[in-house]
Antibody
Framework: QVQLVESGGGVVQPGRSLRLSCAAS????????MHWVRQAPGKGLEWVAV????????YYADSVKGRFTISRDNSKNTLYLQMNSLRAEDTAVYYC???????????????WGQGTMVTVSS | SSELTQDPAVSVALGQTVRITCQGDSLRSYYASWYQQKPGQAPVLVIY???NRPSGIPDRFSGSSSGNTASLTITGAQAEDEADYYC??????????FGGGTKLTVL
């Protein structure tokens, strides 16, 4: 079945780095744009980054620009999020999500992973 | 702060109809999508585009839009519909953005 499984979360000290992975299965990964979305404890959803189906374009939320890097390996059906210079405010559950591949006037995340928790604390 | 505004909380009596709204200037140009999130679970897409439901989403969920306001309507709310609901569209930069979320209580 269509599935996304995140991994790589954990507890990390401020200023350190962490890399999240998202393994995709059950669909043609290389045909879809992919996103990272995060949710701080008790808070709402926050979009983090997007990468186009072929990796040709990447966009970031202002809150992570210059610190986080989204990438993908279509040969491995895997999405990544490299997080550097982590801050306490980056503490959140990080979800990978598939773009529905609609027209530009629509953005929708039709498949979500179960999420991986990242805690930034000394 | 989010460019999409939602009421923090809404309640509905069991079996009645409830509308959850999302306001933002970008909704004049872009469609909204809606997500249901239950405690400890990942969000689930329930409505996208003009008024489309992914497979498996009950037809009591519907979407509409007028001007700068998008709405999610649940006709005949069930106990299992109690959840947080988020709208999503694009911001003024064209990047995805979520509303602050609405906590739906079914009485």
């Amino acid at each position: 079945q269509v599935q996304l499984v995140e991994s790589g979360g954990g507890v990390v000290q401020p200023g350190r780095s962490l890399r999240l992975s998202c393994a995709a299965s059950g669909f043609t990964f290389s045909s879809y744009g992919m996103h990272w979305v995060r949710q701080a404890p008790g808070k709402g959803l926050e979009w983090v980054a997007v990468i186009w189906y072929d990796g040709s374009n990447k966009y970031y939320a202002d809150s992570v620009k210059g610190r986080f890097t989204i990438s993908r390996d279509n040969s491995k059906n895997t999405l990544y999020l490299q997080m550097n210079s982590l801050r306490a405010e980056d503490t959140a559950v990080y979800y990978c999500a598939r773009d529905s591949n609609g027209d530009y006037d629509l953005v929708a995340f039709d498949i979500w992973g179960q999420g991986t928790m990242v805690t930034v604390s000394s | 702060s989010s460019e999409l505004t939602q009421d923090p909380a809404v309640s509905v009596a069991l079996g009645q109809t409830v509308r959850i709204t999302c306001q933002g200037d970008s909704l004049r140009s872009y469609y909204a999508s809606w997500y249901q999130q239950k405690p400890g679970q990942a969000p689930v897409l329930v409505i996208y585009g003009k008024n489309n439901r992914p497979s498996g989403i009950p037809d009591r969920f519907s979407g509409s839009s007028s001007g700068n306001t998008a709405s999610l309507t649940i006709t005949g709310a069930q106990a299992e519909d109690e959840a947080d609901y988020y709208c999503n569209s694009r911001d003024s930069s064209g990047n995805p953005v979520f509303g602050g979320g609405t906590k739906l209580t079914v009485l």
